[in-house]
């Protein structure tokens, strides 16, 4: 059973690029989140998202950055006209679905490291 | 405002002790709580998640306890080995759970 996927692993772009980030989660889940961590920082929450749906962005910046999670086909972080702070670590995260809405654990994938120009 | 303290300075055993770290919260009442393992470079590894009727867990050589009042949860690895050098992240809450910086571990053979 595969883990959950992420590409590209290093991504570099210059300021006023778009970065696109990918993650497949593993097989039988159905949650997705994803996370920035700056290095000597904890992991940032930015968005949950199940098939379809945005559950909770909260943590996503107001402009520039989207995220989607399309029936078919990876979860995708965009992030219009980067910028240096936007260099981080970006991990996706899946957990599987639970009929009794309670919290599971989280299986993270190894990250893209976006280095920004 | 909800916040998790875990121990910013690195903590060095020697192999074979029982390592033991901390995590403290304040403004917040988990029902769970979760600890993972990051390695440099790397995503986080779940370990270990407990419950707040639960007040102790354990897996192999590692063991969480959770005292909802004290806030506060400690995490145990007897028979430390070198190869359990890492960071280790406490995380709080339901579907979106909150992490700590987590703590350096540095077994030392």
């Known amino acids: 059973n595969a883990g959950v996927m992420q590409n590209p692993r290093h991504l570099v772009r210059r300021r006023g690029q778009e970065a696109r980030l990918r993650c497949s989660p593993m097989?039988?889940?159905?949650?997705v989140y994803w996370y920035r961590q700056l290095p000597e920082e904890g992991l940032k929450f930015m968005v949950y998202?199940?098939?379809?749906?945005?559950?909770?962005e909260s943590g996503m910046p107001k402009e520039r950055f989207s995220a989607e999670f399309p029936k078919e086909g990876p979860s995708i972080l965009r992030i219009q006209q980067v910028v240096r702070g936007d260099s981080a670590a970006y991990f996706c995260?899946?957990?599987?679905?639970?009929?009794?809405?309670?919290?599971?654990?989280?299986?993270f994938g190894p990250g893209t490291r976006l280095t920004v120009t | 405002s909800q916040k998790i303290e875990q121990n910013s300075e690195a903590l060095n055993i020697q192999e074979g002790k029982t390592a033991t770290l901390t995590c403290n919260y304040t403004n917040y009442s988990p029902a769970y709580l979760q600890w993972y393992r990051q390695d440099p470079g790397r995503g986080p590894v779940f370990l270990l998640l407990?419950?707040?009727?639960?007040k102790e867990k354990r897996k192999e050589r590692l063991k969480v306890t959770f005292d909802t009042t004290l806030k506060q949860s400690l995490f145990h690895i007897t028979a430390s080995q070198p190869a359990d050098s890492a960071t280790y992240l406490c995380?709080?809450?339901?579907?979106?759970?909150?992490f700590g910086r987590g703590t350096s571990l540095i077994v030392h053979p």
């Open positions: 998202l199940q098939k379809e749906n945005i559950i909770d």
């Open positions: 407990i419950r707040e009727n639960e």
């Open positions: 995260a899946s957990s599987p679905e639970d009929r009794e809405g309670t919290s599971y654990e989280q299986y």
């Open positions: 097989k039988g889940h159905s949650h």
């Open positions: 995380a709080l809450g339901g579907y979106i759970p909150t």
